[in-house]
């Protein structure tokens, strides 16, 4: 199965030549066509820019034919759509309007795959759909159906041997529903390392494979021999143990003339990974080759390399693999060839990706591929220190003599952004040396008032005030991708250099972009940016700001680890955060990978 039709959505294999399609509204009109709807119906003018990304140019003429579509646009809640409809629709807007109906069961499913879910009990959508006065649930899940956006799936029970009884009834096989975007994509993926594992041999001969672990330590030398002779391995490490041992396979590899690629998340992150001149070294992003497709549905990036046209590699090496959703997964399986082996690297118990799905986690637990942990060195680094500590479950306090790790407590919310943007601009360069370029912000959440939008309004206020001349960004300022774009990965940073009708000018550190006016709403401030979009890229220095919200065991250790030369804790989560890293683990998520793997 193609990745292009498991992932409608954000991600997609490059889809063979079309025929040209009909005219249709440019990028532009559809904008403004929305923003003239909203200003009838009522709804915030900022909603607009959104719709409009979501819903492609003719999202205003679908939002009258259908005002319930609003629920696609995130953020937007079933009042506020239900709103919208009867400013469209008037008194023909009732709560039984299958529209209505449909909207809601993929909104619900929606929400759930924000959580992480890739798959949903129906029972809990009826249940969810009766509460919204959905006068007969089970009709608006069959019309969702019909829609072809969501798909019913069973998913078989357990079997628990010891509660066996041979006079009880066989349970019965559970009914779930999950959105047709993540539930194909699932399969692919599955489908994907099917494939790698039955079509994989050898990379090298025994002897060879031999001479290269001659003197590698055990734990080494068992990562790379499953890299040569399987086709799918994981290996699990600290970041240190991880970054010697990517090293290791990969120039090993490569010196004996197998084709080899290092895939990290960001262009960034790829500065750091040194193999020599034969293995090749870049993002996954830019491995798959982006395209910029006009054909392409709204808010999806395009990439060349696919079923049809595969890459030219022997080996694939990615690291931070944690950080896969099921659409990436499935892409980057069906992009490696028959016979091609691939490597997924991750730290233990990482958080889980902050799209749908645990991959990684669930190809571990389907016990069909080997998994290599990585015997952990000691750390030599009051960072390296902290960070396990904190993956054991334990808040210590660390020795730092060279101000490598430094605790900033903050009584309130505001006294914490106040920090941060003390620490960003004056305190880490002034006492350390390192620049402000140097230095990011991270936080568990988005919202809140210490959350990454209320750090960013102050340090943009601190580092480059302006009045947002480019759709509320200036020269000068640092961005991030925080949806897909084709021009550069998602958790990328860059920094503005210009803009005008023709888009906005972006340097990353892959090279200068430009982004068009409907694309910009896919960039955020980047001076402070979330844990999940920062995982996987080292940075000089990281300021670290914990507020209650959102903390996890994975989610503080991921943080802390960012670090490379210095740590800075903003503390203002109080008992929370010594609570979290004790006792929060990451939250359950209901997939299917596993299962389908061993199918």
């Excluded at 009042?79 to 009867?86: E, I, L, M």
């Amino acid at each position: 199965m193609r990745a292009a039709e498991a992932a409608a959505g954000a991600i997609a294999a490059a889809p063979a030549p079309a025929p040209k399609p009909e005219p249709e509204p440019s990028a532009r009109e559809g904008a403004r066509a929305v923003a003239d709807l909203f200003a009838e119906a009522g709804v915030p003018a900022p909603l607009a820019a959104r719709a409009a990304a979501r819903l492609g140019p003719e999202a205003a003429g679908r939002l009258r034919a259908d005002p319930w579509r609003l629920l696609g646009v995130p953020g937007v809640r079933p009042p506020q759509a239900d709103h919208f409809a009867k400013a469209v629709l008037g008194p023909d807007a009732r709560p039984d309007d299958p529209r209505r109906g449909r909207a809601l069961v993929l909104h619900l499913l929606t929400d759930a795959a924000r959580g992480g879910h890739t798959v949903t009990p129906a029972a809990d959508v009826l249940s969810a759909l009766e509460r919204a006065g959905v006068a007969d649930p089970r009709r608006a899940v069959e019309a969702a159906l019909d829609e072809a956006e969501v798909l019913p799936l069973t998913e078989e029970p357990e079997f628990d041997e010891e509660a066996f009884d041979e006079d009880a009834e066989p349970p019965e096989p559970e009914e779930t529903l999950g959105p047709a975007r993540w539930a194909l994509a699932e399969e692919a993926a599955a489908e994907g390392f099917r494939r790698l594992t039955l079509t994989a041999a050898p990379l090298l001969a025994d002897a060879a494979i031999k001479g290269l672990r001659d003197g590698l330590p055990e734990d080494h030398a068992l990562a790379l021999t499953a890299a040569l002779r399987t086709g799918v391995s994981v290996v699990r490490g600290t970041p240190t143990d991880l970054a010697g041992a990517v090293v290791g396979i990969a120039s090993a590899a490569a010196g004996q003339g197998v084709r080899t690629a290092v895939a990290t998340p960001t262009d960034r992150a790829s500065a750091d990974v040194e193999c020599g001149d034969e293995a090749i070294v870049t993002s996954l992003h830019r491995l798959l080759e982006p395209r910029d497709d006009p054909s392409a549905a709204p808010g999806a990036v395009v990439y060349g390399r696919g079923e049809e046209w595969p890459f030219d590699l022997d080996l694939v090496i990615v690291t931070d693999a944690a950080a896969l959703d099921v659409e990436l997964c499935a892409v980057l399986v069906e992009a490696c060839p028959d016979g091609a082996h691939l490597v997924l690297c991750a730290e233990p118990d990482a958080p889980p990706p902050a799209g749908p799905g645990r991959p990684l986690d669930d190809l571990e637990a389907s016990e069909t591929v080997p998994v290599v942990a990585l015997d952990a060195a000691p750390p030599t680094s009051p960072i390296g220190v902290l960070t396990e500590a904190v993956r054991a479950g334990d808040l210590t306090t660390v020795d730092a003599p060279g101000h490598e790790v430094v605790i900033v407590p903050a009584e309130s919310p505001g006294e914490a952004v106040h920090r941060a943007v003390q620490l960003v601009t004056d305190s880490i360069p002034r006492a350390l040396g390192i620049p402000v370029e140097d230095v990011q912000v991270v936080a568990p959440t988005t919202g809140g008032d210490a959350g990454v939008t209320a750090l960013n309004t102050a340090l943009k206020a601190a580092l480059n005030p302006g009045p947002g001349q480019f759709g509320g960004m200036d020269s000068g300022d640092r961005v991030v991708v925080a949806a897909p774009l084709p021009h550069a990965a998602l958790g990328e940073t860059g920094v503005v250099t210009g803009g005008g009708p023709h888009g906005l000018d972006v340097e990353f550190p892959g090279g200068a972009a430009v982004i068009a006016p409907a694309d910009a709403s896919r960039l955020r401030h980047g001076w402070a940016v979330t844990v999940a979009q920062a995982r996987g890229t080292r940075r000089p220095a990281v300021v670290a700001v914990l507020s209650p919200e959102g903390l996890s065991r994975p989610l503080v250790a991921a943080a802390f680890g960012l670090a490379d030369r210095h740590l800075s804790v903003v503390q203002a989560a109080g008992p929370a955060l010594a609570r979290a890293v004790r006792e929060e683990t990451a939250p359950a998520r209901r997939t299917r990978l596993a299962r389908l793997v061993t199918q």
